[in-house]
């Protein structure tokens, strides 16, 4: 079975940093995209950043500048680089992954990690 699984997430002052990690491992024929959503209590899960197999990027416009996605696809895992972080990024951040795992079929299906918390508070 394909698992994704996150890391990386705490206590940060407002203005720091944080990196997360997840790591997708199992029976894995091919990863098309990886990216990371985030939820906080009330409101609905959000799009932070997502990364193509061939390295495209693509942020949500208020991430932009102060969040990096990057990939080691040797590893199978997606990186979020946080800077310059405020309370409103206080959140559950949740990794996502388009893949195809090795079976039969092959066909490429939608896979979530359990999330990770991130609290920004001084």
């Known amino acids: 079975q394909v698992q994704l699984v996150e890391s990386g997430g705490g206590l940060v002052q407002p203005g720091g940093s944080l990196r997360l990690s997840c790591a997708a491992s199992g029976s894995i024929f091919s990863i098309y995209v990886m990216g990371w959503y985030r939820q906080t209590p009330g409101k609905q899960r959000e799009l932070v950043a997502t990364i193509t197999s061939g390295g495209r990027t693509s942020y949500a416009d208020s991430k932009k500048g102060r969040f990096t996605i990057s990939t080691d696809s040797a590893q199978n895992t997606v990186y979020l680089q946080m800077n310059s972080l405020k309370p409103e990024d206080t959140a559950v951040y949740y990794c996502?992954?388009?893949?195809?795992?090795?079976?039969?079929?092959?066909?490429?299906?939608?896979?979530w990690g359990q999330g990770t918390q991130v609290t920004v508070s001084s």
């Open positions: 996502y992954a388009v893949l195809s795992a090795r079976n039969s079929d092959r066909s490429a299906q939608n896979y």
